[in-house]
Every structure is written in C-alpha cells, then in structure tokens.
C-alpha cells in the first residue's frame, strides 16, 4: 500500500512531524476523503472549485488545506475571498491560464471594493479577517517535457506580468523530473528573492502505478528529508482502504 510506503520513508527520513501528502479529490470521494481525514492527512486538492468549499465548510477546521486543480472560475475564486482553508491554484502550467486567473482575481477584489457589505454574508464558523488585497498562491506544474530554464521563465512572467498571483511553489507530474528538482527549487527561491528554498510548496505527484513499480523508500526518504512532499489520489493512497483508529484517538497514519 502506498501508506505503508510512505510511512516507512517518513520514518527513515526522523520526521517528527507527517510529511506533506497532498491528496488528490474527484467529486466522489467524499468518503475516502474522510477517511484520509482520519489518518490525519490535512492538505487536499480537488478539480471543483465549489464543491471543495462545501466540503471545507462541512470539515469546520482552518488547519485543513485545500487547492484547486489546474483552474478557478470567478465564482469559485470569489468563495475563496478571505477563507484560511484556501491554499492557491496547483499546476499552473502555461502564460495564457496564468493570465486568467489574474484576470480572475482582479474581477474578485473589484467586485468587494464595490459591494463591501457582501464580506458580511462570507460565512465561516470564527471571525474573518479579510485582504486589503486578494491574491492566489500557485504552483507551477514541472512535466517530464519542461526544462529548468522554461519553469524559471514562466515563473518570472507571473512575477512581472500577474500581479495578483504568488508563486509559491511547484507541483512535479513526472517522478522523472523529480531527480533534479531540488536544484530547481533553489533557482526558482534566489530569482524570486525567497531566502529558505524549503518555504517554496514542493509535491512530486505519484499515483499506484509508480509505487508498485518502484516502490523505493530510498527516493521518497530522500525527497521527505529535502523538505518535499508527495501528491496522490485518495483511490491510490489507501489500497485497499485499511482499518483506520477513531479520530478521537489523535493517531497518525503510520501509528
């Protein structure tokens, strides 16, 4: 099971705290995102941006974080003004989406600067406290195809030409790529003017193909100690779905 595997690596690796397992949702798996829930996962990424609020509200916790795949609307991006569960935009891959969202961003904080009264029906279960500026955290997507000097070019256009978005790091599709991404990390930080190269949002996304055919502790005990994390899709992540301990209990998944 990848749990088993990523637990033996996090072990190897003497983390004391759970490594940064980013799990992938589909519209369905409400019920293995519950169960993800009470392994004691706490970063998702889900394709609908609006359903991903519903179920964040449903969760009533600000420590679990939550993405959206690839692209936002304006509406999506408009639920997400001011809420401490929203963690940005993951695999940003190309200028013409990336000019999107900005555009998209833009239309959310005109749209409060001229109905301010609208913060008021924001809801969440504590008190808000509201940007003077929204802006949309993204990471770029690094493929098996993408060379270092393209990934460093795109984030530099985001920088100079989408105002109202933040690199804040990079979503790795191809284990392959993955070999040399810590190199990367740190140019990406020294050309953004980011002191820790850890504080960038590094995630190498693997599915249940890739850990049955390698299965090497070696290489995730490596990325974990390298400060990165793994992404997984809630179907790959527990197979088959074990016996999970109350979440009253407050146990990690590899207790």
């Not at 990424?45 to 509200?57: C, I, N, Q």
């Not at 609208?118 to 997507?141: A, G, S």
Request: net charge neutral; glycine share 6%.
């Amino acid at each position: 099971r990848v749990v088993d595997v990523v637990a033996t690596a996090s072990r190897n690796a003497g983390l004391l705290e759970l490594p940064s397992v980013l799990v992938e949702c589909g519209k369905r798996d409400l019920v293995l995102l519950k169960i993800c829930h009470e392994a004691g996962l706490r970063e998702f990424v889900h394709e609908d941006g609006m359903l991903m609020a519903k179920t964040a509200m449903d969760f009533r916790e600000k420590e679990v974080k939550w993405r959206m795949l690839r692209e936002a609307n304006g509406a999506s991006l408009r639920r997400m003004f001011g809420m401490p569960f929203f963690d940005g935009i993951e695999e940003v891959f190309d200028r013409e989406q990336a000019l999107l969202l900005n555009l998209q961003a833009q239309r959310v904080n005109k749209y409060f600067e001229k109905n301010p009264a609208k913060k008021d029906e924001i809801v969440w279960y504590e008190r808000l406290r509201f940007p003077e500026v929204f802006t949309v955290p993204v990471t770029l997507r690094v493929g098996k195809g993408d060379s270092h000097d393209q990934v460093l070019q795109f984030a530099e256009f985001i920088a100079d030409q989408c105002k109202l978005l933040k690199v804040a790091g990079l979503a790795v599709t191809s284990p392959q790529a993955a070999d040399s991404v810590d190199k990367l990390r740190d140019k990406m930080a020294q050309q953004l003017g980011i002191r820790d190269s850890r504080s960038l949002s590094t995630h190498i996304v693997y599915n249940e193909t890739n850990f049955e055919e390698s299965s090497d502790v070696e290489r995730l005990e490596s990325l974990f100690q390298a400060g990165m994390g793994i992404r997984v899709a809630s179907s790959a992540l527990f197979a088959p779905i074990p016996d999970i301990k109350p979440a009253y209990e407050k146990r990690r998944y590899w207790d």
